[in-house]
């Protein structure tokens, strides 16, 4: 192996100065903010952050839009429900005012019955204790 292989002290520090002075170099040799192309990147980066600030706002407008439409359509269909529900219920009304109303005229039309058999009985045993059977032709 080569003696000027191994890099001694002094040639690690002068890399390193001569890294320095290139870095040093290039900042210096950067447009500062004053030079017609900075100026012109700055435009074209706000012009850019304009756009996106637009895409965001409108974005943000159909969001609202669509939450409004939304609600609406939650609106209405919470009234059609309530509609159909008032609708359900008036209609269990009825059907249970009918059954009520069948109810009682079938108890009317079972008493009837019921009081027309106890009269039949009544009269029937009223015509026995009186010797019925001679009246009938026995």
Do not use: C, W
């Not at 520090?13 to 030079?35: S, T, V």
């Not at 609202?64 to 008032?86: P, V």
């Amino acid at each position: 192996m080569r003696k000027n292989a191994i890099p001694g002290f002094h040639d690690r520090r002068k890399h390193a100065a001569e890294a320095r002075q290139a870095m040093l170099e290039k900042f210096r040799a950067a447009p500062g903010p004053d030079d017609p192309r900075m100026i012109e990147k700055r435009r074209e980066r706000e012009a850019i952050a304009k756009a996106r600030a637009e895409r965001h706002a409108e974005r943000e407008r159909a969001r609202q839009e669509q939450e409004a439409e939304l609600a609406h359509q939650a609106e209405i269909a919470a009234r059609t429900a309530a509609d159909a529900e008032r609708l359900a219920v008036e209609e269990a009304a009825r059907l249970a005012a009918e059954e009520a109303e069948r109810e009682a005229l079938l108890k009317a039309e079972q008493k009837a019955s019921r009081d027309a058999r106890y009269a039949a009985r009544k009269a029937a045993k009223k015509d026995r204790r009186k010797g019925g059977s001679r009246e009938r032709g026995y």
